[in-house]
T-cell receptor
């Protein structure tokens, strides 16, 4: 069974560092694309980008490029989303999701989401 | 970026109804379109991909159609568990944008 287990909710202050995780199981992590989707409070879904877990090839949405960093660790089957300096506008639920196959495929499996709250 | 515009944004319907949600793309995307359902407090779930292919395990009352710039999601015989938010996503060009969502409410 494919599963994506995300790290727990976080409360941080503006300017702080944060790295959240998404651990996969039940599939070949190193041959998979994992994506991140943001959902701001009461809003729709926003595609942030995808990473190929085999070689960490990434595709970022220009709207977040330079603001976040996606990474993946094959040894622990875990993908990460990182902020070096959080802003209040980063407050949202972040979902990781596994693409069905190639990098133009849909999100077939989703994590449960990680709520990030950024407030001074 | 390719913009996806869903209509309507809100829809009220009754159990047993047939409903149609439209997703229009700002440029042609052939059939690189997926539909997702999201319930409050839950992650989205894929219903349809490649515009018309039903995801395994999804009830057959859901169907998708379209190509190019206009797509529809149809639900035949609404069930109580279908009241949720529906979003389309294009997979033709990066970034793989989503529509703004359509909230389906019980009338």
């Amino acid at each position: 069974e494919v599963q994506l287990e995300q790290s727990g909710a976080e409360v941080r202050k503006p300017g702080e560092f944060l790295k959240i995780s998404c651990q996969g199981s039940g599939f070949r992590f190193g041959s998979s694309w994992i994506g991140w989707v943001r959902q701001m409070p009461g809003k729709g879904l926003e595609w942030m980008g995808i990473i190929y877990c085999g070689d960490s090839d990434t595709r970022y949405n220009p709207s977040v490029q330079g603001q976040v960093t996606m990474s993946a660790d094959k040894s622990s089957s875990t993908a990460f989303l990182q902020w070096d300096s959080l802003q209040a506008s980063d407050t949202a639920i972040y979902y990781c999701a596994k693409l069905r196959g190639h990098n133009y495929d849909h999100f077939e499996y989703w994590g449960q989401g990680t709520l990030i709250t950024v407030s001074s | 970026d390719i913009q996806l515009t869903q209509s309507p944004s809100f829809l009220s319907a009754s159990v047993g109804d047939r409903v149609t949600i439209t997703c229009r793309a700002s440029q042609g995307i052939t059939t690189y379109l997926a539909w997702y359902q999201q319930k409050p407090g839950k992650a989205p779930k894929v219903l349809i991909y490649a515009a018309s292919i039903l995801q395994s395990g999804v009830p057959s009352r859901f169907s998708g159609s379209g190509s190019g710039t206009e797509f529809t999601l149809r639900i035949d015989g609404l069930q109580p568990e279908d009241f949720a938010t529906y979003s389309c996503q294009q997979l033709h060009s990066y970034p793989h944008t989503f529509g703004q969502g359509t909230t389906l409410e019980i009338k």
